[in-house]
């Protein structure tokens, strides 16, 4: 996914976007700058439990907003 904001977010607010709105997931993961490993990169993985759970998903959350941001949800 990519659009998330490049400053105050992290693995366990990625996490909690999707679980707040019903999504079971394995893991979710910011990429965040290697030097620094605190600025966001704008974009993150997200690992679900099931196929079924990722559709739903991607047809539900993408181009949905995150502070000021749209997030683009890819697979």
Do not use: W
Not at 1 to 30: C, E
Request: charged share 25%.
């Amino acid at each position: 996914m990519n659009g998330l904001p490049d400053r105050g977010f992290y693995d366990l607010d990625l996490h909690q976007l999707f679980s707040k709105n019903g999504y079971r997931i394995k893991a979710a993961t910011v990429a965040s700058d290697p030097k620094t490993n605190r600025q966001s990169l704008g974009y993150g993985i997200v690992s679900f439990y099931d196929e079924a759970e990722l559709e739903r998903c991607l047809d539900a959350m993408n181009n949905s907003k995150v502070q000021s941001n749209t997030i683009s949800l890819t697979r």
